[in-house]
């Protein structure tokens, strides 16, 4: 079974950018029909889907984080990143990397769901 | 605020079944299967249901998911005190082409 796990620096000055790997193993990031994406959860607070990358490169971000994020994928490392510039207290938050699978059940729905995730790192704004 | 509603808490006695409820619109839930997640404190939310009713191996059948229109549901059967967790629906939203959560749901059994 693939895991994932986060990495990066747990605390991060405001007006900075947010930088965060995931390394995926017992798997390849670059096969398969997947998305890799990050997700976070700010403390006492639910969950929010950030953005994602597909096995070609392409990307879907949240509007919310549009201008400020990038996902990318490194697969000469089996890796995925983020970066999330100019950062405020609001980002303060625990962030999870996922694998995300996409599928037609039907001939009318389409199924994105998250069935792979690592432990998550909780990342704090401050000066 | 978030895209899908889901009722902040529910709770049930041991061997009762449950339902938790997840509201959303013609833009997500209407044309887009749901999936569901439960989360114990500190720890990483776990694939419950995908593909509106679909269990995830190793998932026990006494979770079960369904949708019509623009909600969905979460069914618990025969609760126990090892259920007690956050749950959260989450679907595609195609006005905002990103996958949106709903705000969870913390199941207590009493």
């Known amino acids: 079974q693939v895991q994932l796990q986060e990495s990066g620096p747990r605390l991060v000055k405001p007006s900075q950018t947010l930088s965060l790997t995931c390394t995926v193993s017992r798997g390849s990031i670059s096969s398969g029909d997947y998305y890799w994406t990050w997700v976070r959860q700010p403390a006492g607070r639910g969950l929010e889907w950030i953005g994602r990358v597909y096995t070609n490169g392409g990307t879907n971000y949240n509007p919310a984080f549009k201008g400020r994020l990038t996902v990318s994928l490194d697969t000469s490392k089996n890796q995925f990143s983020l970066q999330l510039k100019s950062v405020t207290a609001a980002d303060s938050a625990v962030y999870y990397c996922a694998r995300e699978r996409g599928y037609d059940p039907t001939p009318l729905e389409y199924s994105y769901y998250l069935d792979v995730w690592g432990r998550g790192t909780t990342v704090t704004v401050s000066s | 605020q978030s895209v899908l509603t889901q009722a902040p808490s529910a709770s049930g006695t041991p061997g009762q079944r449950v339902t938790i409820s997840c509201s959303g619109s013609t833009s997500n839930i209407a044309g887009n299967a749901v999936s569901w997640y439960q989360q114990f404190p500190g720890t990483a939310p776990k694939l419950l249901i995908y593909s509106n009713n679909q269990r995830p191996s190793g998932v026990p059948d006494r979770f079960s998911g369904s949708k019509s229109g623009t909600s969905a549901s979460l069914a618990i059967s025969g609760l126990q005190s090892e259920f007690e967790a956050d749950y959260y629906c989450?679907?595609?939203?195609?006005?905002?082409?990103?996958?949106?959560f709903g705000g969870g749901t913390k199941l207590t059994v009493l």
């Open positions: 989450a679907t595609w939203d195609d006005s905002l082409n990103a996958l949106v």
